[in-house]
């Protein structure tokens, strides 16, 4: 059973990066077909995807997230990392990392929570 875990600051100031670390247990993030996929909901509004790092190390991010987003990935530790830079406000929400399949996600982290204070 795949499983993935958040880990990062819950609280960024604004201007800031914020940073979150995926953990991945039970699976490979090297292992063909898969990717592994940043998604966001923000208090009151529906999932936003972020971007995603591919099974051989490629990288592709939401168009309006493109400018401030890196993601990364640590194939000896089994991780990858987001980091969104320059935060307001607008980036408080919960963020989950996922295994995606053909671009459906089937496999999320429990999620978790980052406020962005002003």
């Known amino acids: 059973q795949v499983q993935l875990q958040e880990s990062g600051p819950g609280l960024v100031n604004a201007s800031q990066t914020l940073s979150l670390t995926c953990t991945v247990s039970?699976?490979?993030?090297?292992?063909?077909?898969?990717?592994w996929s940043w998604i966001r909901q923000p208090p009151g509004k529906g999932l936003e995807w972020i971007g995603y790092i591919g099974y051989r190390g490629n990288s592709y991010y939401s168009p309006s997230l493109k400018s401030r987003t890196s993601i990364s990935r640590d194939t000896s530790k089994n991780q990858f990392s987001l980091q969104l830079r320059s935060v307001t406000p607008e980036d408080t929400a919960v963020y989950y990392c996922v295994r995606d399949f053909t671009g459906t996600p089937n496999y999320w982290g429990q999620g978790t929570q980052v406020t962005v204070s002003s």
């Open positions: 039970g699976g490979s993030i090297t292992t063909n077909p898969y990717y």
